[in-house]
């Protein structure tokens, strides 16, 4: 199994260091894809701060650095399962089991580069160092196992064997000191043994059948008193006493626990299979109620045996996989740290410059004393980056609260916060005031107004009292779906709060001028809709003469001849000119019809004026463009000049 224990100068150095931590880590969780098919387990070297992750399925093992990136693949180890680290951090040894002669590789940590192996005639499947010797379980076939050893200080000397029948396969194996614990994997019953391998030949000192079946995973403490097991059946994870293995507490967990690693400062992490439940949970040294707990999406499951601390147990490093059979390793940030939950209850509105009072409370799985202080910090559109206020003290309860009066109007938030320490992670939260603001004075001239086609017309915005912005945008939005709203001017009004520009109209157009607000007056916006006439002009053509009488210009046709009469409009997609005529009589002008024809892309609609013409009357005629009748709405009415025309024989 994995390397769990440290040397007694190491551990005591982790304990000073962690006692002096003051403040929050500077690195968060982080989720990185792998590489990899299945794990076998999972080692972390502290010194060259490198994770070695076994891939059993495609044989090889994924070496990445503390912030979960891959740095190495060491491949051709066909069946590689369980890792152990080296009592000096030098090497890493691998159990391999397939692709060749069963071995144990050696891979120096600080090249991640394999520098020997050893082969063996029985397949190893998990290893443990401890006393000079590499421990390992080994099957030795159909039903039957074992534990061997190596000689780390006789490397040409054979590895020794050690028949046990209490394994029916490969045991799983971790060792701290004298003692070499072992246990059963996937089997039912579930036996466990403890032994002496003081002597260098394992004497086994006690045998049970441990709670529930399908033994995932199991770890010693550092003193080597327990050991924890991580088995699918109870709903925790049960520790035994090693000098007998009779039961000796529980972290509780949940059902389908399937990992368990131990820090060298005896935090310990549980972690298990299951998609609606917390899938790790922390505990302190000694404790049995966790600290902290880690719930990862329904979609995402702890891998077997796929937990492992750094060293100074500042992380925690876990694999998962997915749904679609995607792994990951998680990076966990100062898991030992209980989390910190902060809560703000601002007023939902205020007026501005009006005290208010915040309120909140400040929770934890290991309870903060009464007089912490919390950081307060609040940003408002005078302090966009934020304005540091007095820190506030924590009461008795967990409450707090403190009053402010806000300067500034909009959206002010207060952000509370809890830098944390060494037995709690750092918490945060925010609340947002609405703090009301004046309404400043804004307007925009010409309202209503229609204007000629090509006009230039010039708009000014008159700006109100406000109390540091003075910019005003002013923007023109011609009607009809292919001219965008359009930024015209923008810039501070004068000393009167005007801002001009000038448009030039060609369709009805929608002026507006736009006040971003500032810290004490809201943002307004006030518009100006004003219409545009199209150009028309309608010719006659085919006419014998012009003369100017009955107060006119008349345009004279032999009454075998037909009128052309040819309007040019301002162009538009389908388009139309209504052509109306009139006819006089006694005095009065009467409708004589009308009828719209469609313009070309040139704007260009020309009728001819067909049928039996009679003689002796007067007519007129005149083209319109007619908002919403016209095939378009983009333009105001527009009615064109009236033509006169008349017969004769």
């Not at 509105?349 to 290991?366: E, H, I």
């Amino acid at each position: 199994m994995r390397k769990r224990t440290l040397t007694a100068a190491t551990t005591l150095a982790v304990l000073i260091s962690s006692a002096a931590l003051t403040a929050t880590p500077a690195f968060a969780d982080t989720t990185t894809a792998l590489p990899i098919k299945s794990v076998g387990d999972v080692v972390v070297d502290g010194e060259h701060q490198r994770v070695f992750i076994s891939d059993p399925d495609n044989g090889k093992i994924v070496v990445t650095d503390y912030a979960g990136q891959v740095v190495k693949q060491l491949t051709s180890l066909k069946g590689v399962t369980d890792l152990e680290l080296s009592a000096d951090s030098d090497t890493v040894y691998a159990a391999v089991s397939a692709g060749g002669p069963p071995s144990v590789v050696s891979i120096a940590t600080a090249s991640t580069t394999e520098v020997g192996h050893i082969d063996l005639p029985y397949s190893p499947k998990y290893l443990a160092e401890v006393g000079g010797k590499l421990w390992f379980g080994y099957a030795s076939g159909a039903d039957q196992g074992g534990i061997g050893s190596i000689d780390l200080a006789a490397p040409g000397q054979p590895a020794s064997f050690f028949p046990d029948e209490a394994w029916t396969a490969a045991p799983m194996v971790d060792a701290s000191g004298n003692t070499l614990v072992a246990g059963q994997p996937g089997r039912t019953p579930q036996h466990l043994a403890a032994y002496d391998v003081s002597s260098g030949t394992p004497q086994r000192t006690a045998l049970r059948d441990a709670d529930g079946g399908g033994m995932k995973d199991l770890t010693l403490t550092p003193d080597g008193k327990d050991v924890v097991l991580a088995s699918p059946g109870p709903t925790h994870h049960t520790a035994y006493r090693t000098s007998d293995l009779a039961p000796d507490g529980e972290y509780p967990s949940d059902a389908y626990a399937n990992a368990v690693d131990i820090a060298p400062d005896g935090s310990v992490a549980a972690g298990i299979d299951g998609p609606y439940e917390p899938d790790i949970y922390v505990f302190k040294p000694g404790a049995h109620t966790s600290v902290r707990e880690y719930d990862f999406r329904t979609t995402d499951r702890l891998a077997d045996s796929a937990l492992a601390w750094a060293p100074d147990a500042s992380r925690l490093f876990a694999v998962s996989y997915n749904s679609d059979g995607a792994y990951s390793l998680r990076v966990l940030a100062g898991p030992t740290k209980a989390v910190t939950t902060v809560t703000v209850n601002a007023p939902s509105t205020a007026p501005r410059a009006k005290k208010l009072t915040v309120k909140g409370k400040v929770t934890s799985r290991v309870a903060l004393a009464a007089g912490m202080k919390l950081t307060v910090t609040r940003t408002d559109l005078d302090s966009p980056r934020g304005k540091s206020l007095p820190a506030v003290t924590i009461r008795a309860d967990g409450t707090y609260s403190f009053t402010d009066t806000p300067p500034a109007g909009g959206k002010v938030k207060y952000t509370v916060s809890y830098a944390g320490d060494t037995t709690h992670a750092a918490g945060s939260a925010s609340d947002t005031v609405d703090v009301s603001r004046a309404k400043p004075g804004l307007s925009v001239n010409n309202n209503g107004k229609v204007y000629s086609y090509g006009k230039d017309v010039k708009f000014t915005a008159h700006l109100g009292s406000t109390y540091k912005n003075r910019t005003v945008e002013i923007w023109a939005d011609p009607a009809g779906a292919d001219k965008p709203n359009k930024l015209v001017k923008s810039g501070r009004v004068n000393a009167d709060g005007n801002l001009s520009v000038t448009v030039d109209l060609r369709r009805n157009t929608k002026v507006t001028a736009k006040f971003a607000g500032d810290a004490r007056y809201q943002p307004r916006s006030a518009s100006s809709t004003v219409g545009t006439r199209v150009k028309v002009s309608t010719s006659v053509g085919r006419q014998y003469k012009t003369r100017s009488t009955w107060g006119h210009t008349y345009y004279f046709f032999h009454k075998a001849k037909n009128p052309l009469f040819t309007t040019t409009m301002t162009y538009y997609p389908n388009r139309a000119q209504r052509l109306e005529f009139q006819v006089y009589y006694q005095g009065t002008w009467y409708d004589g019809g009308s009828q719209y024809f469609p313009l070309g892309s040139d704007g260009v609609s020309r009728v001819e004026l067909g049928g039996t013409h009679d003689t002796g009357w007067r007519f007129r005629v005149r083209a319109t463009y007619l908002k919403g009748n016209s095939g378009d709405s983009v333009n105001s009415t527009t009615h064109g000049g009236w033509k006169y025309f008349t017969f004769t024989g």
